[in-house]
């Protein structure tokens, strides 16, 4: 964007210490999958960190589930350090620390597709809390399997016993389920979903994940707009003009194609994550930080959103495929020649769309929304852009300026950033004409201002579970209401497929009509700062 000179912004306190977060209760998680991909990639190493950090308890241990029956605790352990090694969450393995989370670390094998493998979970879970009072036998079940697989789990793991209805939150010990995205691929199929797991489950002990909502930007939203007084009064249709919000990926789809052509980038980034950044921008203030006042309102702003119809999804809808390219200086292919991606596929990587909430504060305000994969750079940010002053008065310059914009960066370089107009200093000018201008920067990085405290998604989202607190996590109407304004799109888009796929290079910024969209209303879409 403006390129402008930065101002930074300090911390005037020092950061939290780890200390004074709340310690998990003591528990033992049960991971369904792990040996899987998220399991090695995340799960791990959120715990390996929590460990480090001394937020779980001393006998909290992991009980890996997998088909995988030639696996023992012992070459469990071996592939789980594997997976710490290669984690960029994790810099360096301690190996006294590795030593201590080896001795908690257990693997059964199980067929969870069948109901009788469950009583074998339950006997490696009564071995290994034997001794422990009946009270710290917590449980968490941890659901990291393909969605085909989500529903004779949840079925075997209630009629196993293991996972008993909750009656209240504050039962002990209590057992909790954690679900991971995608919850559901429709409307339809995302309410059979919640009657099956509401049926089995009490609304409480139930956890969807929705990585990004662990993102500390995404919950300094809220911070930002709620513990301070500037914002709100601005933070309306009267002020602001649009707001842009981009969730771009440099990476394609890797090795998972099959997932991909099943998906498209609506379902993988704009019903989960970018809705979740919609709503949490555009939301009333809830009158307490608590995990069903935060839910209410952010499910208001959903309901809220104009239904894209046939009529009006042309019009403010776009989407398209990348095509070979470079990306971070390496040749890439098109989405059509990845592997387990059909050659004539029309499944969207890109998508952009332009949105409107019909309330009272956010009336006629267009809300932008694009994501896709092998864009140029890797970043998510929202970007509140504020209406130009009603009369400009500086000579020629005044065409020149830009109007303010506040950046909340959710990755990479987490901050926010003012974008405000100065007079550039020098030589005296006749203060009634053509005053040069320049755009600036005010810039709070949470890196340079705090040091390195951005814990990553799955470490907080994971404390937030063992210790009962549910406000970053979907509740089921909030998930039902997301996929309400995403599924008219989806069904056009899969009954008129396009006679030629719109396209974008690999390592660009998207596609052509995605910028004629935008321009459109005479904006166009920002070049996201990393
Ligand atoms: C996941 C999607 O939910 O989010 C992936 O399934 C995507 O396709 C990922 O790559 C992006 O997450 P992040 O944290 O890297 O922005």
Redesign the pocket.
């Known amino acids: 964007m403006s390129g402008g000179t930065v101002v930074s912004a300090r911390a005037s306190v020092q950061p939290q210490s780890t200390a004074t977060r709340s310690r998990a209760d003591p528990c033992t998680m049960v991971i369904f999958g792990a040996l899987g991909d998220l399991s090695r990639r995340k799960l791990l190493p959120a715990i390996y960190q929590l460990m480090k950090e001394h937020l779980v308890d001393p006998g909290f241990s992991v009980l890996g589930v997998g088909r995988d029956d030639s696996q023992t605790d012992d070459t469990f352990r071996v592939e789980m350090r594997k997976a710490l090694d290669a984690s960029d969450d994790v810099h360096g393995v301690d190996t006294a620390l590795w030593d201590e989370l080896c001795k908690h670390l257990f693997f059964v094998s199980a067929d969870l597709t069948n109901a009788d493998d469950y009583a074998l979970v339950g006997k490696r879970l009564a071995e290994i809390e034997s001794g422990r009072a009946k009270e710290e036998c917590n449980h968490l079940f941890y659901l990291a399997v393909p969605p085909s697989v989500f529903e004779p789990i949840v079925r075997n793991l209630s009629k196993s016993g293991l996972a008993p209805r909750s009656r209240t939150a504050d039962e002990r010990p209590w057992v909790r389920v954690v679900i991971e995205?995608p919850f559901g691929r429709s409307l339809e199929s995302a309410q059979q979903l919640n009657d099956l797991v509401l049926g089995l489950f009490a609304e409480h002990q139930t956890y969807r994940i929705d990585?990004?909502l662990g993102?500390e930007t995404v919950q300094n939203l809220l911070v930002l707009r709620f513990a301070n007084s500037i914002f709100e009064p601005i933070w309306n249709r009267q002020w602001v003009s649009h707001v842009q919000i981009t969730?771009a990926?440099s990476?394609g789809v890797e090795d998972?194609g099959k997932y991909y052509e099943e998906a498209g980038v609506v379902r993988?980034?704009f019903q989960?994550?970018l809705l979740q950044l919609l709503s949490l921008t555009a939301m009333e203030p809830p009158p307490q930080m608590a995990a069903n006042a935060v839910r209410d309102e952010k499910v208001k702003v959903l309901k809220s959103i104009r239904w894209l119809t046939p009529e009006t999804i042309p019009q403010n809808a776009v989407r398209a495929q990348y095509t070979g390219g470079v990306v971070g200086g390496k040749p890439v292919r098109g989405y059509t020649e990845e592997s387990d991606v059909a050659p004539n596929s029309s499944v969207p990587t890109y998508a952009a769309l332009r949105l409107y909430i019909d309330n009272w504060r956010w009336n006629g305000v267009p809300f932008f929304l694009r994501s896709g994969k092998h864009l140029k750079e890797?970043v998510?940010e929202i970007a509140v852009q504020f209406r130009t002053p009603p009369h400009l008065m500086f000579g020629e310059t005044s065409g020149m300026m830009r109007p303010n914009t506040l950046v909340m960066r959710v990755?990479p370089n987490e901050g926010v950033s003012l974008n405000f107009e100065v007079k550039v200093p020098g030589a005296a000018v006749a203060l009634t004409s053509n005053i040069e201008i320049a755009p600036v920067d005010m810039d709070f990085n949470y890196a340079e201002a705090f040091g390195e405290v951005s814990a990553p998604?799955y470490e907080t989202l994971l404390l937030d579970v063992m210790i009962g607190e549910a406000t970053l996590f979907t509740r089921s109407d909030e998930v039902e209401a997301a996929w309400r304004v995403v599924d008219p799109l989806n069904k056009y888009w899969e009954a008129h497929k396009p006679k030629r796929m719109p396209t974008y290079a690999a390592g660009s910024w998207g596609p052509r009509e995605a910028d004629e969209l935008i321009e459109k209303d005479g904006v166009e879409w920002r070049e996201p700062t990393t």
Do not use: T, W
């Open positions: 995205k990585h990004y993102k969730a990926e990476v998972r993988d980034m989960n994550h890797r998510s990755q998604a």
